[in-house]
């Protein structure tokens, strides 16, 4: 049975990775971007939620709605100010750029708040379960976040395939030039992408400061995270994003299971393994 729970557990785990995942690949996706700042707005999405609960005593994850929209605009910001001038053939400007970020909140968060770990506090939520079999649990939180993480896909999928937004979205990313033509603000467009990234990041930063304690430097392990689901799943498929969390929860969990060492390097290695079987990822999107 502890076999079967640490599958179950890493499955569960699979859902927050897939939202750490799940708005890199839309990035990538719409603009062939890979934001090398994205883990450290998943932090800074989880520092605010800490203002917010602090300042107007919420539960956590009420908190979100004064995250959400307020990590959208500042998405949409970046996006406008510092990314969109840098988007073009050459690939590496808006890489160094999203570096910069990086380097800027990591600074800036530690300056603001220190190096010291910080966690929201989820009250009895944190701790219950439901006993589904004997030796077997599941979480309300990690159970949540799946859910979670799955309403959120469906409505990324249902935004990319069943509205204009998603119309410009996928024309832009084919041919923005074209696109430019038909009198689509490809500047707005990108800028929408980035903000509804940042709303997806949002809701992954709060989780995240629910879960486990987090600090200033602790983006570049969410990055890793969100971008090894993102390979394992396959580009541009959301839902291959999803599978990808969960094979990189569920290695993870194994490797917990073998010894507390192999965690981190389990999910690494079945990382490599599809990677070099499998370049394109389990699930690669067919056009």
């Known amino acids: 049975m502890d076999w079967v729970n640490a599958i179950v557990q890493g499955v569960l785990l699979g859902g927050l990775y897939a939202l750490f995942a799940a708005g890199l690949s839309l990035i990538f996706g719409v603009m062939r971007l890979v934001n090398i700042a994205h883990g450290d707005l998943i932090v800074l999405a989880a520092y605010i939620a800490l203002v917010v609960v602090h300042a107007t005593g919420l539960h956590p994850l009420a908190s979100a709605i004064i995250v959400v929209p307020l990590m959208a605009a500042i998405g949409y910001g970046l996006q406008r100010l510092l990314l969109n001038p840098t988007i073009g053939k050459d690939l590496l400007s808006p890489l160094l750029v999203t570096f910069g970020i990086s380097v800027i909140l990591q600074n800036g968060l530690l300056a603001t708040f220190t190096a010291d770990s910080r966690r929201l506090a989820a009250g009895a939520l944190e701790t219950a379960s439901i006993q589904v079999l004997p030796g ?3 979480g309300i939180l990690p ?3 799946f859910a979670v993480s799955v309403l ?3 409505g990324l999928e249902w935004i990319f395939y069943r509205t204009s937004l998603g119309r410009a979205f996928r024309a832009t990313s084919d041919d923005a030039e074209i696109a430019q033509l ?3 603000d490809r500047r707005h ?21 629910i879960r486990t304690n987090f600090d200033p430097s ?16 396959g580009l541009g498929n959301l839902w291959g994003t999803l599978a990808g969390g969960i094979v990189l929860g569920v290695a993870q969990g194994i490797g917990a299971q073998i010894s507390p060492g192999w965690q981190i390097l389990a999910g690494h290695l079945v990382f490599f393994l599809v990677l070099a079987l499998r370049p394109k990822g389990l699930f690669p999107r067919m056009d």
């Open 136 to 138: 077997l649990s599941l």
């Open 143 to 145: 159970l949540f976040m």
């Open 152 to 154: 959120l896909i469906f």
């Open 182 to 184: 038909m009198m689509i």
């Open 189 to 209: 467009i990108f800028g929408m992408a980035m903000a509804l990234s940042a709303g997806v990041v949002a809701i992954a930063g709060i989780f995240l400061a």
């Open 218 to 233: 602790s983006g570049p392990t969410r990055l890793l995270f969100g971008f090894e689901a993102v390979i394992i799943g």
